[in-house]
């Protein structure tokens, strides 16, 4: 209703700010920053304001579609798509096998709690194997995770309110934000002589225009600047060698390989000044606290692995670890990394397999093969395949060879036109919503969103289709789910122990929980929740896993945790801690942290041969495919006209090189890599290094004209990239180091 504001939150990075929203109908008429919200306190940044143009517009899917013989799509009812898709599954299932069923997806920045309903689904199917966006962003971060601190799970997060220096690596907090408020911690930082902003970043970012110390090094070359960076470390004795001796093992070994580094020589490689090299050393390490943001700029590059393993060591080695200011392990409400090390690999490549994710790049690979064990069908929820993963043209390919594809989502995706069916889901403004990025220390928060208005006529929220698929496969018949019906009338306390009882008498229902809870619990639960059912037995698992920090937060058991979650629409403090919890979090037996992955450091030794300037002189440019700007969000925003400034997703590129080309801005460049060409309009700008350039994230979606048919916005930028450019360990992409050429177009 106009005049009356409601509380949601911010769909487009994994911050999720509070907002308050004034609805009109079904528009989204008002959009402002929620003081009440724990994390944000008010805070966005300028994307937010147009979220109607995700709510409404003609990408929009209103009935379940179903592909015909002739390609094209039929509109069917719910009733006929559910039986249908059940069946096509089981189908799959009986003849190959459950595991030959891939799941890909599971949410975007803002919609997790439907993903955690597939595991219902993928229970029934048998379904084993499965991948998202993490696979080619963070995975490579959690092994490295994983071995220092004992379980990929041990997720660090920075305190970049309290550090005296804060480190961006690879990253632009000022478009990619990353942690609460950032650009008030960012200006904050900038205007304190006391402290320091050091951004290390090949382009002259927006964060970089405010930093005190930025090392603008070549592409491609982060494993030299932060080795020569380590060595100095060592070679001046910067260390913290009291943290040093009393928190961690393999120190030995580790300042013996760093020793080695030659450090003039690599500064020289990464094209630094090694005295500014050094000066950045000698600030971090003198620093009372540090706080280090690694992302996607060196994830998504050569050495990615390896490069998280040396930004990691930069924390650890000057003992900014466990203490106001530094880098702490923090809570985690839903499991979003998966926990303990894992040797399982995939079915037909063996890529090793982290957190329980499939490297996204090697999805192709799985498929388009006569292996015996490669995948035959997959169920996509909530992701764009076809769209945000390298090698657009190859996993099209890898679509169409499977036996059968089906995809929930709001609109007809680039990955949807692969589909044998199409269910269409509610927006996240229609239906209960949450997500699983509570990634925040001290104090961590958790949000659950009601829903703004009913869900648009003809979807259904992602909790209810798996409940429909898992009752049309058959997999809740004979179950007795009476006990829990009881119990759930008469409350949550009554409802804990006959769930504990009723999973003793049925241990094989394990993975059909979250449908069974929303059938019983959900049932029972105010204003509509059934989709909050699961919520509530993750509060159950947060506060058996964390009771101190749950009970410092105020709550003195799940039970409770949940009722305040259903009762505060704004978001609560589910965790706190004290600094020293961070140590209480380290999973290796002995309490210490390994500082030695021998792997890596082999990686660290055979760098030396490699020469960062040699390009092939066919494709002499580095693209960076996917840069985060004002103008870009995630594929959430399909229509176009959200975009203000830069509407078709510049080529942005040096004077130096638009002079030798013979290029002006705003004309056409057409760029080349091994894979693809493409052409865009050209933006000349001096905060890029010459010899590389770079494409905007999001763009390349259709969106259907007033006609319908589709119409392309923009360069997709994974229709340059190549599945096979990735880490030897992680299988993470290099979209940040893209051979290309770049030419004029007549
Ligand atoms: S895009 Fe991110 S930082 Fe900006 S308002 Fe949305 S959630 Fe907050």
Redesign the pocket.
Known sequence: MAGEWHST?????????G?EVEVEGRRLTRIR?DKQHPG?QG??????SRLDHYQNGRHRLTSPLRRRADGRYEEIDWDTAIREVAERLVAVRDAHGGEKILYYGGGG??NHLGGGYSMATRGALGSVFTSNALAQEKTGEFWVDGQLFGKPSCHTTGDYHDAEVAVFLGKNPWHS?GF????KVLREIAKDPERALVVIDPRRTETAELADIHLQLRPGTDVFCLSALLAVLVEEDLLDSAFVAERTSGAETLLAALAEVPIADYCARAGLAEEQVRETARRIARAESCSIFEDLGIQQAPHSTLNSYLEKLVYLLTGNFGKRGAMNLHTAFGKLIGGGRSDRRSPVRGEKIITGLIPCNAIPDEILTDHADRFRAALVESANPCHSLADSQRMRQAFEALEFVVVIDVAMTETARQADYVLPAASQFEKWESTFFTLEFPENYYHLRSPLMDPLPGTLPEPEIHRRLVRAMGALDGLDLAPLHEAAAQGLDAFAPAFLAWMGANPAAGRLVPVVLYETLGATLPDGAAAAAAVWGLAQSCALTYPESVRRAGYESGNALFEAILRERSGIVFSVDPYEETWKRLEHPDGRIDLVIPELLEELAAARGEDPQQRDPAFPFVLAAGERRTST?NTIYRDPTWRKKDASGALRMNPEDAARLGIEAGALARVTTKRSSVEAVVEITDTLLPGHVSLPNGLGLDYPDESGSPVVHGVPANELTASEDRDWLAGTPWHKHVAARVEAVA
């Open positions: 939150a911010c769909i487009l990075c994994s911050i999720n700010c907002l920053g944000s805070y966005t940044c300028e994307k937010p920045q803002g934000h609460p408020r950032a650009r969000a």
